[in-house]
């Protein structure tokens, strides 16, 4: 099996020398600068096994020799000053065996030739290691290649793949190797790794663009290789839920952007906050779950996060920042992405020059590094300092200036993406509204699938999940950018409202100015159309039953106007549907997750609930309560919101006269309520959840606290005893160790000398 040794470049080559020299010689190698080594990459001293029956002792030196030509062989005639240079060395008492290592072939008549030319030096041992050997070692390492995870891009990777695993993700592996070929081993990447390792679990935070997807595409490339684990990536909490196998321990959960891709979505955090308990019995049985979310959404995520009912999302050390890049990585990532991209050679050089520039910058971000190294992005840019500091600095508006730039046919495109919330399904159907959308927008179905592929690689990337296929945006800044269109147009904002399914448009908008991050806001002259299109109905072909369907619409229309509407369009939506109102008041249960207590909750603070209907509300919710059926009022800020001070005393009273006394009845009741299709701990979760509001709510109360914890502890008993098994502890299934050098000296050599070759 052959690697593609050249795209890795001088000082990448040079990295997988010395860690293969440390791995696999197991020598701590000392590395030097390049400019000014003295004819020596990396030295040891000391004894050395390099073979079964061979010890070799003294002083070794270490020597790359990169070359960027393919198919390149070995002569004397390259190695003739480093030569002189181990004559040097010889005199000087500092080489006594001399190590070539090199992505060059090496034949045997030019290794013996090369090996006369140093004995003659003085060198007492000579040994020499090509392309061929360095690429068995890749092929039978794992830990190698976890250490210089871009080889992974630069070769066959159903060689190196457990052949049952590959096959299960050859869709998913298809869509990273060539990001994996340009990634770089950095800090964030270590302490993600170690989360997992400890924890089973990882949330990576940060910015639009800074590289959270590929961390978790590192991860998940590393679970498929060491533990040939099944790889799964998904995007809701129901079907990690409905994708885990308790027997098989090794699964393992991609989940990018889990709150929301370009803006927050309250229905994921609502089914996250359902399917907490059964992850936590995942990880406890082995599973291993990757989340990524931009930090913006998780902020918001967080306040509606059952942080309580899985504590793993209080700990610091899951939560992994991928923004703290040092210079060394970005100026990697840059390189990379510069050597493996698409400009012509005549662009790197013009550009060479102001690499350093550009990775030093603030508003460097790994995305950046990919826009760089594609034509599409850097079309009539001018290659000067102000220039090139101009595009970095005011990112967002290169792109949109892009996307305004393209044909009708490749805008149309990416606004059937858009509207299909970034997820437009191959082969390409669409709906007859979204037909008519993007004839308004001077296209046509056959036009945008054109389109399309001419943009794939670029805008756009064509993907495998779950056996379909799907276009998505190659990364979601692209979407940022496109609704950043939508607010300068209204012609294309009304097309876009008319088009797009009711289901998708209600996560992209909001009418009026409701401050939420991302969103594509509809002026007050739109209102009317909205409120037309909210009048729609849900499929109910999508859904089990009518009902379903029903309910199902019923919560989106709700959050939406809950979370993303102004008060004068609540108002305007009210007077359209009066009977909503009585609706909200009375909330089913399961109060933390009806949609009707954040729709009511709104309208209250905007002073659109009449008295009778917040009166209402209130005697549902505390009804509940007290008969022990959702005792979510008791420690809910927001609900009791709703209460006025005296009705707010007035509960805490009957809480402890009437609901304390019987909480024992209240627990068998739900113990007995649970169905044999049920597991346990998931069903009583929420239950337990209350208790521990009512012990902090009378926390100064010892009695009180000795009788909630036996009635918990009594729970936690029936659900032990309901279990099929005990949990068992997850299986020492870890990546391994990973040093990231965090400190290196200023080389004289540029990392960028020869990204234009």
């Given at each position: 099996?052959?690697?593609?040794?050249?795209?890795?470049?001088?000082?990448?080559?040079?990295?997988?020398?010395?860690?293969?020299?440390?791995?696999?010689?197991?020598?701590?190698?000392?590395?030097?600068?390049?400019?000014?080594?003295?004819?020596?990459?990396?030295?040891?001293?000391?004894?050395?096994?390099?073979?079964?029956?061979?010890?070799?002792?003294?002083?070794?030196?270490?020597?790359?020799?990169?070359?960027?030509?393919?198919?390149?062989?070995?002569?004397?005639?390259?190695?003739?000053?480093?030569?002189?240079?181990?004559?040097?060395?010889?005199?000087?008492?500092?080489?006594?065996?001399?190590?070539?290592?090199?992505?060059?072939?090496?034949?045997?008549?030019?290794?013996?030739?090369?090996?006369?030319?140093?004995?003659?030096?003085?060198?007492?041992?000579?040994?020499?290691?090509?392309?061929?050997?360095?690429?068995?070692?890749?092929?039978?390492?794992?830990?190698?290649?976890?250490?210089?995870?871009?080889?992974?891009?630069?070769?066959?990777?159903?060689?190196?793949?457990?052949?049952?695993?590959?096959?299960?993700?050859?869709?998913?592996?298809?869509?990273?190797?060539?990001?994996?070929?340009?990634?770089?081993?950095?800090?964030?990447?270590?302490?993600?790794?170690?989360?997992?390792?400890?924890?089973?679990?990882?949330?990576?935070?940060?910015?639009?663009?800074?590289?959270?997807?590929?961390?978790?595409?590192?991860?998940?490339?590393?679970?498929?290789?060491?533990?040939?684990?099944?790889?799964?990536?998904?995007?809701?909490?129901?079907?990690?839920?409905?994708?885990?196998?308790?027997?098989?321990?090794s699964q393992f959960f991609w989940i990018d952007d889990a709150f929301g891709v370009m803006q927050y979505e309250a229905f994921l955090v609502r089914g996250w906050n359902h399917a907490l308990p059964m992850v936590r019995t995942m990880l406890g049985k082995g599973a291993k779950i990757v989340?990524?979310?931009?930090?913006?959404?998780?902020?918001?995520?967080?306040?509606?996060?059952?942080?309580?009912?899985?504590?793993?999302?209080?700990?610091?050390?899951?939560?992994?920042?991928?923004?703290?890049?040092?210079?060394?990585?970005?100026?990697?990532?840059?390189?990379?992405?510069?050597?493996?991209?698409?400009?012509?050679?005549?662009?790197?050089?013009?550009?060479?020059?102001?690499?350093?520039?550009?990775?030093?910058?603030?508003?460097?971000?790994?995305?950046?590094?990919?826009?760089?190294?594609?034509?599409?992005?850097?079309?009539?840019?001018?290659?000067?300092?102000?220039?090139?500091?101009?595009?970095?600095?005011?990112?967002?508006?290169?792109?949109?200036?892009?996307?305004?730039?393209?044909?009708?046919?490749?805008?149309?495109?990416?606004?059937?993406?858009?509207?299909?919330?970034?997820?437009?399904?191959?082969?390409?159907?669409?709906?007859?509204?979204?037909?008519?959308?993007?004839?308004?927008?001077?296209?046509?179905?056959?036009?945008?699938?054109?389109?399309?592929?001419?943009?794939?690689?670029?805008?756009?990337?064509?993907?495998?999940?779950?056996?379909?296929?799907?276009?998505?945006?190659?990364?979601?800044?692209?979407?940022?950018?496109?609704?950043?269109?939508?607010?300068?147009?209204?012609?294309?904002?009304?097309?876009?409202?008319?088009?797009?399914?009711?289901?998708?448009?209600?996560?992209?908008?909001?009418?009026?100015?409701?401050?939420?991050?991302?969103?594509?806001?509809?002026?007050?002259?739109?209102?009317?159309?909205?409120?037309?299109?909210?009048?729609?109905?849900?499929?109910?072909?999508?859904?089990?039953?009518?009902?379903?369907?029903?309910?199902?619409?019923?919560?989106?229309?709700?959050?939406?106007?809950?979370?993303?509407?102004?008060?004068?369009?609540?108002?305007?939506?009210?007077?359209?549907?009066?009977?909503?109102?009585?609706?909200?008041?009375?909330?089913?249960?399961?109060?933390?997750?009806?949609?009707?207590?954040?729709?009511?909750?709104?309208?209250?603070?905007?002073?659109?609930?009449?008295?009778?209907?917040?009166?209402?509300?209130?005697?549902?919710?505390?009804?509940?309560?007290?008969?022990?059926?959702?005792?979510?009022?008791?420690?809910?800020?927001?609900?009791?919101?709703?209460?006025?001070?005296?009705?707010?005393?007035?509960?805490?009273?009957?809480?402890?006269?009437?609901?304390?006394?019987?909480?024992?009845?209240?627990?068998?009741?739900?113990?007995?309520?649970?169905?044999?299709?049920?597991?346990?701990?998931?069903?009583?979760?929420?239950?337990?959840?209350?208790?521990?509001?009512?012990?902090?709510?009378?926390?100064?109360?010892?009695?009180?606290?000795?009788?909630?914890?036996?009635?918990?502890?009594?729970?936690?008993?029936?659900?032990?005893?309901?279990?099929?098994?005990?949990?068992?502890?997850?299986?020492?299934?870890?990546?391994?160790?990973?040093?990231?050098?965090?400190?290196?000296?200023?080389?004289?050599?540029?990392?960028?000398?020869?990204?234009?070759?």
């Amino acid at each position: 099996m052959t690697y593609d040794l050249c795209s890795l470049g001088w000082h990448g080559f040079q990295q997988l020398c010395l860690t293969i020299t440390r791995e696999i010689f197991g020598q701590t190698v000392e590395s030097f600068l390049d400019s000014s080594d003295a004819g020596k990459d990396g030295a040891f001293a000391g004894r050395w096994h390099p073979g079964k029956g061979e010890v070799l002792s003294g002083r070794f030196v270490i020597q790359c020799k990169f070359s960027g030509k393919r198919d390149k062989t070995l002569t004397p005639s390259d190695v003739a000053e480093d030569v002189e240079k181990a004559r040097k060395l010889v005199q000087a008492g500092r080489c006594d065996s001399y190590v070539l290592m090199t992505n060059a072939g090496v034949s045997g008549a030019s290794k013996e030739e090369i090996e006369t030319l140093f004995s003659e030096v003085g060198v007492k041992t000579f040994l020499c290691f090509g392309s061929t050997w360095i690429c068995a070692q890749i092929k039978e390492h794992k830990r190698l290649r976890m250490l210089v995870p871009r080889i992974y891009g630069l070769g066959d990777l159903s060689q190196i793949i457990d052949e049952r695993v590959y096959d299960q993700a050859k869709a998913l592996l298809a869509s990273l190797k060539d990001d994996l070929a340009k990634v770089v081993l950095t800090s964030a990447y270590r302490r993600a790794a170690e989360a997992l390792n400890r924890h089973g679990f990882v949330l990576l935070v940060g910015e639009p663009a800074a590289g959270k997807t590929t961390i978790a595409s590192m991860l998940s490339m590393g679970a498929l290789d060491q533990w040939a684990a099944s790889t799964l990536k998904l995007d809701t909490p129901e079907k990690v839920v409905e994708h885990w196998n308790p027997l098989d321990p090794s699964q393992f959960f991609w989940i990018d952007d889990a709150f929301g891709v370009m803006q927050y979505e309250a229905f994921l955090v609502r089914g996250w906050n359902h399917a907490l308990p059964m992850v936590r019995t995942m990880l406890g049985k082995g599973a291993k779950i990757v989340m990524t979310s931009r930090d913006y959404i998780y902020n918001r995520a967080r306040n509606d996060l059952k942080e309580g009912a899985f504590p793993l999302l209080r700990e610091s050390q899951v939560v992994i920042d991928v923004r703290d890049l040092t210079l060394e990585e970005k100026e990697q990532i840059l390189y990379n992405h510069m050597k493996l991209g698409r400009q012509e050679q005549s662009f790197r050089t013009s550009i060479k020059p102001y690499l350093p520039i550009i990775a030093g910058h603030s508003r460097f971000v790994p995305e950046m590094a990919r826009r760089l190294a594609d034509p599409l992005f850097t079309y009539g840019l001018r290659l000067d300092r102000y220039a090139l500091n101009s595009f970095v600095e005011k990112q967002e508006h290169f792109l949109q200036e892009v996307l305004q730039g393209l044909d009708e046919d490749s805008k149309a495109a990416l606004g059937l993406i858009y509207m299909r919330d970034n997820a437009l399904e191959s082969p390409v159907a669409l709906e007859q509204s979204e037909l008519e959308a993007i004839e308004r927008l001077g296209s046509s179905r056959g036009g945008c699938v054109v389109a399309l592929e001419s943009l794939k690689g670029s805008l756009v990337q064509h993907v495998i999940e779950e056996g379909s296929a799907f276009w998505r945006f190659k990364h979601p800044t692209v979407g940022d950018a496109y609704a950043g269109l939508l607010l300068k147009n209204p012609e294309l904002l009304g097309v876009f409202l008319r088009g797009s399914s009711l289901e998708k448009l209600l996560g992209q908008i909001t009418c009026g100015d409701v401050e939420l991050e991302r969103a594509v806001i509809v002026p007050k002259a739109l209102f009317g159309l909205v409120l037309k299109r909210l009048d729609q109905t849900s499929d109910a072909g999508r859904y089990k039953t009518p009902a379903l369907a029903d309910w199902y619409s019923r919560s989106r229309v709700d959050d939406f106007l809950a979370l993303r509407c102004s008060r004068e369009f609540l108002a305007q939506y009210m007077a359209r549907h009066p009977e909503a109102l009585a609706r909200v008041s009375d909330p089913g249960l399961f109060l933390e997750s009806v949609s009707e207590v954040s729709l009511a909750i709104r309208l209250h603070e905007l002073g659109l609930l009449p008295e009778q209907y917040r009166k209402a509300f209130v005697e549902k919710v505390i009804a509940y309560a007290l008969e022990g059926e959702d005792l979510y009022a008791i420690d809910s800020k927001r609900v009791q919101s709703m209460f006025t001070a005296q009705e707010r005393d007035d509960f805490e009273g009957r809480v402890r006269n009437e609901l304390l006394p019987n909480l024992g009845d209240v627990r068998r009741t739900w113990e007995l309520n649970c169905s044999s299709d049920q597991r346990a701990d998931e069903f009583l979760q929420p239950l337990l959840d209350s208790f521990s509001a009512l012990k902090r709510k009378f926390a100064d109360d010892a009695e009180v606290v000795v009788l909630i914890d036996r009635e918990i502890a009594m729970g936690r008993d029936w659900i032990a005893e309901r279990l099929d098994d005990d949990p068992r502890e997850r299986p020492g299934r870890t990546f391994d160790d990973v040093d990231v050098m965090t400190e290196q000296p200023l080389t004289a050599r540029s990392i960028f000398d020869d990204v234009d070759e």
